[in-house]
């Protein structure tokens, strides 16, 4: 009996592909499948990011001039859990977290910190911040401002993208309707005061790391991408405008040619989803996306060999016609990356770039019998989760029913059970394993970046105009209950020193913690 393979979305790989597909489709035209660009890399490379952030402002922005002296094209910034969850660094809550996973945040002073020496106009910046997404992008507007920049020309991206927080992640603060308030009133805003801003990067990525596989992940994101653009729409905002601004985050894993074929599949449904919601300019027609190799792919046990993995990941991405990357650290399986290995990261973007070729021409595996049969069925498969989703109201209401959580749980479940059982092989986990571990420099975080940044928040509240940050605070807490647009309030606020916890925790007044 032939051996059946099949990839863990659940596609059975056929033992050879002779059927000829027709290829008639053209980059840069609907539905792009082929990508976004006529000439794709030929003409520029994709952006090389590297997501960094921890500590300190200070220690982060040492990180930033680091990562742009060796070649770095966009900065993504990494912001720790109380940040992400609208708690000050001297909050209670905040004990144990302040500038673990990324770096903390409490005012505008801080952010002017994190950006010492860097013109904000002449830098793309993502920041990977949800909940408190509105925040962040007002407290990056306000120190925009300070430096005396066009916001006309400020670019980046702000992931802003919280119904995969429900889904998968849990950094969420308020229920589900008045977070949609938030970012369409972030839609709106940013369309007219920074027009070139990506106004919400709808995440795969952490829906994958979260246990889904390859079409969970695709179909997932583009729900809720399609909850967006309804949502937006219902607010009387113009697909042609604000969907032109939407961009997507997405995973790459181990499966080469799996996850080419998720890119382009990623495409061609966006396009026609977009479509039938009345998109006519070709440009709010199109997927836009970041890629970020597997975070939960990266083994502790020969940290080394994750080097090997993060460059098959990066071949994937590029092949798929990612427009801006960010490659894994070998060590973060273990801590938040060293300089060596962020550098190391780096390094594998730039081979792949200038030295393998994968840029010279445009969807470089077009026409390969295999790939075109696997985007279609990654396409197909993700079609049919859609549907479901469709007939149970859309995103919001599918995960308020749990399933979107319970499918990424049971895929999650079987991929464990198959490594366990042998079925999925590991390299350094459940095969050639090494007896002798020896474990890489680890970098750490010391405890006392609590006290720093708590101290900072005293010396703050008393050197700062209290009566105009009580006056808009207020301001806040009225709009809150109407259907005011929050931006201009929330960048008057930080610009009058109010910190993030503050402004978070009148919202919560009003709107209450999801739960």
């Known amino acids: 009996m032939e051996k059946t393979i099949q990839t863990d979305s659940g596609i059975v790989i056929a033992p050879l592909y002779t059927q000829p597909v027709a290829m008639e489709e053209q980059p840069g035209s609907f539905p792009f499948t082929r990508g976004i660009h006529a000439s794709m890399y030929r003409d520029k490379l994709w952006t090389m990011r590297q997501y960094a952030g921890f500590s300190t402002a200070e220690e ?14 966009g900065l993504s910034v990494a912001f720790d859990l109380p940040t992400q969850i609208g708690y000050d660094s001297d909050h209670p809550m905040a004990e144990g977290e302040v500038g673990k ?53 400020i670019s980046g991206t702000i992931q802003n993208d919280i119904l995969k927080e429900y889904a998968a992640r849990g950094t969420f603060i308020y229920p589900p309707q008045p977070s949609m308030r938030l970012i369409t009133d972030i839609f709106a805003w940013c369309s007219k005061e920074v027009p070139k801003w990506n106004t919400i ?89 970041h890629t970020q190799t597997g975070g939960s792919t990266l083994t502790a046990q020969q940290p080394q060999n994750n080097i090997v993995r993060v460059a098959v990941q990066t071949l994937a991405a590029t092949l798929g016609g990612t427009q801006s990357l960010h490659t894994n650290g070998y060590d973060e399986a273990l801590s938040l990356p060293t300089e060596e290995a962020a550098r190391i990261a780096l390094r594998t973007q730039q081979i792949i770039g200038y030295e393998s070729g994968v840029a010279d021409t445009v969807d470089p595996l077009a026409g390969s019998f295999y790939v075109e049969a696997l985007t279609n069925e990654v396409e197909g498969k993700a ?56 474990a890489p420099e680890v970098f750490r975080i010391d405890d006392s970046i609590r006290v720093i940044q708590s101290a900072r928040l005293q010396s703050l509240r008393e050197r700062r105009d209290n009566a105009a940050v009580q006056n808009s605070l207020q301001r806040i807490r009225q709009a809150a209950s109407t259907s005011e647009n929050l931006m201009p309030l929330v960048l008057e606020a930080v610009e009058h020193l109010c910190t993030l916890g503050e402004i978070s925790d009148v919202l919560r007044e009003v709107w209450g913690e999801y739960k």
């Open 383 to 438: 079609w049919e989760l859609i549907h479901k989703i469709d007939a149970m109201g859309g995103a919001v209401s599918a995960i308020e029913q749990g399933f979107i959580q319970d499918e990424i749980a049971r895929s999650a479940y079987k991929y464990q059970q198959e490594i366990e059982n042998n079925e999925k092989i590991i390299i350094g986990v459940n095969k050639f394993t090494a007896a002798d571990h020896v």
């Open 101 to 153: 996973v990324g770096v903390a945040i409490d005012s505008l002073e801080d952010m002017e910190i994190l950006f010492k020496g860097i013109s904000l106009e002449q830098i793309s910046t993502s920041m990977t911040i949800n909940a408190t997404g509105f925040i962040l992008l007002a407290l990056y507007i306000a120190l925009a401002k300070r430096q005396g920049a066009d916001l006309k020309k």
């Open 201 to 289: 990067s709808i995440s795969g990525y952490h829906i994958r790391e979260a246990g889904a596989n390859a079409v969970q992940e695709l179909a997932f994101t583009l729900a809720n991408g399609k909850a967006y653009l309804k949502a937006a729409q219902e607010k009387g905002l113009d697909i042609n405008v604000f969907a032109k601004r939407l961009s997507f985050f997405f995973n790459a894993h181990n499966h080469l040619f799996e996850e080419v074929a998720k890119f382009r599949a990623a495409r061609r449904m966006w396009a026609h989803i977009t479509r039938e919601l009345g998109a006519t300019d070709s440009k709010a027609q199109m997927l836009r996306f």
């Open 60 to 73: 982060s922005n040492k990180r930033y001039h680091y990562l742009l002296s060796q070649g770095v094209m």
